[in-house]
């Protein structure tokens, strides 16, 4: 595994956390139990935290950093993710929240401060603008992204079953089998 410090923070892994060993993983960075980084993900928590929750993957490629907190924002921008999060191949997550269950489309850019709300899926290669918020159990697509319509009964538990799936390919990582 390729966890680093970064002054003095260390990343903090929970139970049966999996991370790649071509992953970063630098500074300030939770990760929940059960989650996992693959292929070439960066999380660089240094000027800011990074947090994820229980079951979220962060698939190959996908960068998540943070923005630093300065006078004008005592908080900055952390990236806050949080359970049964599926996040795809090159995503970039940049100080940005998202909520429980949702899957972040492949090649999607998600600015400072958004707000993506539980049960939301985001199409690939979308756009979400800085502080923009997307509303719970839709679908969003395009740059910048917007509504197209409200999920499924299938769609909102593919959700879940798609952080499960990830769960089950993590352990076989693990385990060799």
């Given at each position: ?8 923070q ?9 991370v ?19 292929c ?6 240094d ?9 979220s ?30 996040v ?40 979400v603008?800085?502080g ?17 319509r ?24 693990q385990?060799?089998?």
């Amino acid at each position: 595994m390729a966890l680093s410090p970064f002054l003095d923070q260390q990343p903090r892994l929970d139970a049966g956390v999996f991370v790649h060993d071509s992953a970063q993983v630098i500074g300030d960075v939770s990760l929940g139990r059960d989650s996992s980084v693959w292929c070439n993900a960066v999380l660089r928590g240094d000027v800011n935290r990074i947090v994820i929750g229980e079951a979220s993957n962060i698939q190959d490629l996908t960068m998540g950093h943070v923005s630093h907190r300065n006078a004008a924002k005592p908080e900055g921008s952390p990236l806050l993710i949080g359970s049964h999060v599926t996040v795809g191949h090159s995503v970039i997550l940049h100080g940005c929240r998202i909520g429980d269950e949702c899957l972040i489309g492949m090649g999607s850019l998600v600015m400072d401060d958004a707000v993506i709300e539980d049960r939301v899926m985001l199409g690939a290669g979308s756009l979400v603008p800085p502080g923009k918020r997307l509303a719970s159990g839709q679908l969003y697509m395009g740059r910048p992204a917007l509504p197209v319509r409200a999920l499924t009964a299938e769609e909102i538990a593919y959700l879940r079953y798609s952080a499960e799936h990830y769960v089950r390919l993590k352990r076989q990582y693990q385990q060799g089998v």
